[in-house]
């Protein structure tokens, strides 16, 4: 029987059956377990030839010292034993299984197969002989169709046999198919280590970790030593988030074989996992010299190097790992990792290509779509992410993407199918759910956005973004205090949060609440003195606190970090307006605008800038270019009215003020503008009207 470790490490041990029936004495055929018992069988046996009288005893005594040999790793010897007995009786099964199971392992395959058929046409009924024909097929010769086909047939004559399912499973790339010969193997075998080693690989690929460490834990208890177990143990129990178990059982099986680079490499994966990268690159570096012809621990080296940001060591990494494996479809795909963390889509796509050459499976489909999307090539992009479901129908991350780039290429309805099918197939999965959420924000159903946030947070409680991006929707929904719930909950799951402080400040600024909203940003500035938007809401604060100079020191500041942002600069425009420092306002508002010319607010403030000066004209200018970018704003409308009254154009206050209230009923100031206009016209009762509603809505207006 094969061992094997996952990640494709090479085979460890072959073990074989015991030839199927003997008829000579005990002495020299035992039920050897060991390398003693292996030895006393070997000499027995060979005493036993030696004084045989007979061909039928010196032939069997040759084909029990044959396998004795086998065991004990003298494969040539074992050869010789074996072509003996043959010398005797040419279609003697047993030796001619010995003889094709000792070829196999002298990696003699045509060979080993030729003996194989000659035990299968010298006994067609012996199951043995067909099982390790199987398995010289499918290992010696890479031909699993040959392979099965002699596997169902040894299963056929001996149902109860466990190693032929065991291998036999070997022969499928889908876990799920593999557990079914590994279970009735493991029914048959219950005391064979590999088969609940194999079992819980299949179990781990199929996603069930916990049984995965239980089989492992069984195939342990029965073989203390068996490393490859242990090193794949390792893997599950990382799955499993048991990091320090996981160091334990690597660190066991470095102990159990110094040597061996597989041990030494599953120590670097550990580490990976630990984040400490520096040693995870030196373990890897040194299994790699361990087994310096074996590809895969240099992707080990190069994956870590990327991770460092080492990225030209990464790159000769890989040179080397190619040179080893030319037709590795795995170098290029790290490479392809490696150019797109330096921003180099275009070369990431150049070796997406190669690796889809070698490998045309779903995940390089995938991985060349999410490049070819950097790139905007939206179009190229829907193609892969198609080809990746196509290949595999139950996908969900190439379902999501394919559902990204056909929003991006406006197909709406599309986008939506191929949302609702990765639901279907995961209707937790947490980047479908998000995607979704992102196109209902882009077609402006905030109420539905908000929605699948609140679904996704049912199976997703922890995940503190979840609970910023509806605080964000909330917002927008006009309903801060929703909002600013949202992000204190995940403030609780991670207080230090760039996005989540600033959603909450932002809550509390349309709260109303100035107070807190400086406790909030100065603790956000503290953590993230770069973060503009901190200084931005702050200052803001501090001018409803009435403190302009303490605003227009953290706008002074937010521009030297970033010169041409208009909104700064309109708020700090704000600011000198308030200070009537009206040549600074305008000089600020003037470059906001001309940086962002639809900027509806800078216009609103330059207008009202141009009313305290007196400059009329150019306020009405200011406030018409507003209202073209937003129709009917009430506010635009209320002070456009009074500059008109302003102005002894009464009949156009009283206009304009009309439409301000038909915009907004309980906006008292138009209402009062509305009643000062009136006035002047000698509608004094009409004005006493509109004076009253003014100071109901608004008591503080005399």
Same mark, same amino acid.
């Given at each position: ?570 708020? &700090? ?5 308030? =200070?009537? /420092?009206? @040549?600074? $306002?305008?000089? !600020? #508002?003037?470059? +906001?605008? *001309? %940086? ?9 403030? &330059? ?5 305290? =000066?007196? /400059?009329? @004209?150019? $306020?009405?200018? !200011? #406030?018409?270019? +507003?209202? *073209? %970018? ?22 156009? $206050? ?5 439409? +301000? ?25 009409? $004005? ?5 509603? +003014? ?8």
């Amino acid at each position: 029987m094969t061992r094997h470790l996952i990640g494709g490490v090479a085979a460890l041990t072959l073990l074989a059956a015991a030839p199927t029936a003997w008829a000579a004495p005990k002495d020299c055929f035992t039920d050897a377990k060991d390398e003693a018992g292996y030895l006393s069988m070997e000499a027995g046996c060979a005493r036993m030839a030696a004084e045989a009288t007979d061909d039928l005893t010196k032939k069997r005594a040759n084909v029990g010292r044959a396998y004795a040999l086998f065991f004990l790793q003298r494969y040539e010897e074992s050869l010789k034993a074996s072509d003996g007995a043959l010398a005797l009786d040419p279609e003697d099964s047993d030796a001619l299984l010995v003889r094709a199971r000792t070829l196999r392992l002298l990696n003699r395959t045509d060979e080993a197969l030729a003996a194989a058929t000659l035990a299968v046409e010298a006994d067609a009924e012996d199951a043995n002989a067909w099982s390790l024909r199987g398995q010289i097929w499918h290992g010696g010769k890479d031909d699993p169709v040959k392979a099965r086909a002699d596997y169902d047939k040894a299963i056929a004559l001996d149902p109860k046999n466990g190693l032929t399912y065991y291998h036999r499973s070997e022969l499928t790339d889908d876990a799920a198919v593999a557990l079914l010969d590994l279970d009735k193997a493991a029914a048959l075998e219950p005391g064979d280590a590999d088969i609940h080693a194999a079992r819980a690989n299949a179990l781990r690929d199929l996603g069930r970790p916990k049984e995965a460490l239980a089989e492992y834990d069984t195939a342990l208890r029965l073989d203390p030593s068996y490393q490859a177990a242990l090193i794949s143990r390792v893997y599950a129990k990382l799955d499993l988030g048991d990091v320090k178990g996981a160091a334990r059982d690597a660190d066991r099986a470095v102990a159990l074989d110094p040597g061996s680079a597989y041990a030494v490499a599953v120590q670097g994966y550990v580490l990976e996992a630990e984040e400490r990268l520096e040693e995870a690159a030196a373990r890897y570096e040194t299994a790699s010299k361990l087994a310096p012809k074996d590809a895969s621990l240099r992707l080990g080296v190069a994956r870590v190097r990327r991770s460092l940001g080492q990225y030209d060591q990464a790159l000769a990494a890989l040179d080397t790992a190619e040179a080893l494996d030319a037709k590795s479809p795995l170098v290029p795909h790290q490479r392809a990792l490696v150019w797109r963390d330096r921003g180099d889509f275009a070369k990431a796509v150049a070796q997406y290509d190669i690796a889809i050459s070698r490998d045309p499976s779903a995940g390089n489909y995938h991985m060349r779509g999410l490049a070819l999307a950097e790139l905007k090539n939206h179009k190229a992009a829907l193609a892969d992410f198609t080809k990746a479901v196509e290949l595999d129908p139950r996908n969900v991350d190439s379902l999501t993407s394919r559902g990204v780039e056909e929003g991006e290429l406006g197909m709406l309805e599309a986008q939506a199918k191929s949302y609702d099918q990765a639901l279907a197939l995961d209707p937790g999965n947490l980047n479908a759910l998000v995607a979704r959420a992102d196109a209902q924000i882009a077609r402006d159903d905030l109420a539905a956005a908000a929605a699948t946030y609140e679904l996704a947070l049912k199976s997703h409680p922890r995940e503190p973004n979840l609970w910023f991006w509806l605080s964000e929707t909330r917002r927008d929904l006009g309903d801060p205090a929703e909002a600013l719930k949202a992000a204190d909950r995940g403030l609780q799951l991670d207080p230090k949060s760039q996005l989540g402080l600033r959603d909450r400040a932002t809550a509390l600024e349309q709260l109303g609440r100035p107070a807190e909203v400086i406790k909030a940003t100065t603790t956000g500035i503290a953590l993230y003195p770069k973060d503009e938007a901190f200084l931005f809401l702050r200052a803001g604060a501090l001018i409803a606190k009435g403190d302009l100079a303490g605003a227009r020191r953290d706008l002074d500041l937010y521009l030297q970090l970033a010169p041409k942002a208009s909104g700064a600069l309109t708020r &700090r425009g704000e600011v000198h307006r308030a =200070e009537a /420092r009206y @040549d600074l $306002a305008r000089a !600020d #508002f003037d470059q +906001a605008i *001309a %940086l962002q010319p639809d900027a509806v607010r800078t216009l609103y403030d &330059r207008g009202l800038l141009s009313m305290d =000066e007196e /400059r009329y @004209d150019r $306020a009405i200018k !200011d #406030f018409n270019q +507003a209202l *073209a %970018l937003l129709p009917g704003d009430p506010d635009i409308l209320a002070e456009k009215a009074e500059t008109y009254r302003r102005m002894d154009d009464n009949l156009l $206050a009283v206009e304009t003020a009309d439409m +301000a209230i038909k915009a907004n009923p309980k906006l008292a100031f138009a209402w009062h503008v509305r009643s000062l206009a009136k006035q002047e016209l000698g509608d004094a009762a009409g $004005a006493a009207a509109d004076l009253a509603q +003014a100071k109901r809505l608004d008591p503080t207006i005399k």
